[in-house]
């Protein structure tokens, strides 16, 4: 594979997962480099995450999951990679389907991948009943508005080709990122595609959705994809 690429991890006082988060993705079956975004972690995260001698952004205090993603697609901008790869800090992330969700962006097929639980045949930990409610809804929702078919809009477990990499380095959602920034690859004209992956259950550490089961929460998430749909189609300069 002549690609670089780089696997963006975002973490907030995951100290009990990062280490083994590393690991796991060390084992991908390509070669990367990784990249860990403390987001103003109050525990030994960034010690630990440098002492598995990766690359360590650290961020002087919590900005948000949309705030520590983007500053990954700046370094990857930057640094001039070819595939940017999500994956979240905490563990849920199963990185035996990492070749299967950069498969459609190095066929280019599309320019981001999305990795759904919702998907056969992985039906593994898919959140709790309420939760589901919510992601469903914004599911049905972003669908409709976008045209593409989305099943696990909350996902963090995504890959990026260059295109993607360059329009997120310059704008990407800070409140609402995940079903927020589907909205912004239509708006851009890119393509968009879920592929089936499992997911586990998170062991320690906070969601970077907290609010998900909340009537406010939805609301603001509603207007917040609206708003971004009534935006002008942009394309990448």
Do not use: C, W
């Amino acid at each position: 594979m002549d690609k670089q690429i780089l696997i963006i991890i975002p973490a907030y006082n995951e100290s009990a997962s990062i280490t083994k988060t590393i690991q796991e993705v060390r084992s991908a079956p390509f070669p990367t480099d990784i990249l860990v975004i403390d987001d103003g972690s109050i525990d030994d995260t960034e010690k630990k995450a440098r002492a598995a001698s990766v690359a360590v952004i650290r961020m002087p205090f919590n900005l948000g999951i949309g705030g520590a993603v983007q500053t990954g697609f700046k370094y990857a901008f930057q640094k001039g990679y070819d595939i940017a790869i999500q994956v979240d800090g905490d563990g849920q992330h199963d990185i035996r389907f990492l070749e299967a969700l950069l498969a459609p962006v190095l066929d280019e097929e599309v320019d981001v991948s999305v990795g759904s639980r919702f998907i056969e045949p992985f039906l593994g930990y898919q959140s709790s009943v309420v939760r589901r409610i919510g992601i469903q809804f914004f599911a049905h929702l972003i669908s409709f508005l976008t045209g593409f078919n989305i099943t696990d809009p909350t996902s963090g477990f995504r890959a990026y080709n260059k295109k993607a990499i360059a329009v997120f380095s310059k704008y990407y959602p800070v409140d609402f990122p995940e079903p927020e920034s589907i909205v912004v690859v239509k708006r851009y004209g890119m393509k968009l595609k879920e592929v089936p992956v499992q997911m586990r259950e998170r062991k320690s550490g906070n969601s970077s959705i907290r609010y998900l089961t909340t009537l406010y929460y939805m609301i603001k998430v509603t207007f917040a994809i609206l708003l971004d749909m009534l935006k002008p189609r942009k394309t990448v300069d």
